[in-house]
């Protein structure tokens, strides 16, 4: 695995856009690569958000994108629409929706979802016609490729993988450990 931070101008620019919840400031740094259409990034979902609810003070959150088209056909447009919510201020709400997905991840689910968080609809609707955040999210997917990140979701606590093939209580207690030593 190669190191997050890495002086590359490709990714300087992807962690100048990174979406983040929690301490920007914050000497722990939780970076997950996930998936909307991916059932264990849903499973995980609830528990990266309790750890932002707990531990935002003492820890920074950042979600990547990492669509796996040939699986989930739908990932990459899922992910561009919750770029365009965030240019309109509002990705985390997004990001939250897709995960629970109560309708899906077709255009017109991402519309209900897109007006359900208050997004000026003219604005979304002509960003996903003209899949103008399709180049963000294969930024997201290249970055995470080159540092060998092949399945979501994907995690890494200050540049070290979490391994959470036998479940998440691997990363919470990684997480916990990692807080407690600071």
């Known amino acids: 695995m190669q190191n997050l931070d890495t ?23 939780l970076v997950e690569y996930g998936d909307y259409a991916c059932p264990s990034c849903q499973q995980a979902a609830p528990l990266v958000r309790h750890l932002a609810e707990t531990e935002g003070p003492r820890l920074c959150i950042v979600y990547r994108h990492f669509p796996m088209m040939e699986v989930h056909p739908q990932a990459e447009l899922a992910a561009e629409a919750a770029e365009a919510a965030a240019a309109q201020g509002k990705f985390w709400p ?3 929706l ?5 309708q899906g991840l077709e255009a017109a689910a991402l519309a209900g979802y897109a007006e359900t968080i208050g997004l000026d609809m003219h604005r979304f ?8 955040y399709t180049q963000r999210v294969q930024e997201h997917l290249r970055a995470g490729e080159r540092i060998g990140v092949r399945a979501t979701p994907s ?4 540049d070290a993988v979490i391994d ?5 209580g691997t990363l919470s207690a990684t997480v916990h450990a990692a807080l407690k030593g600071r």
């Open 155 to 158: 995690f890494f606590l200050n």
């Open 7 to 29: 002086t590359d101008t490709t990714d300087a620019a992807l962690a100048t856009a990174d979406h983040m919840l929690g301490d920007v400031h914050a000497n722990l740094i």
């Open 164 to 168: 959470v093939s036998f479940g998440f």
């Open 125 to 132: 609707q002509g960003a996903m016609a003209g899949r103008i």
């Open 98 to 102: 897709l995960f629970a997905q109560p």
């Open 94 to 96: 997004m990001h939250h």
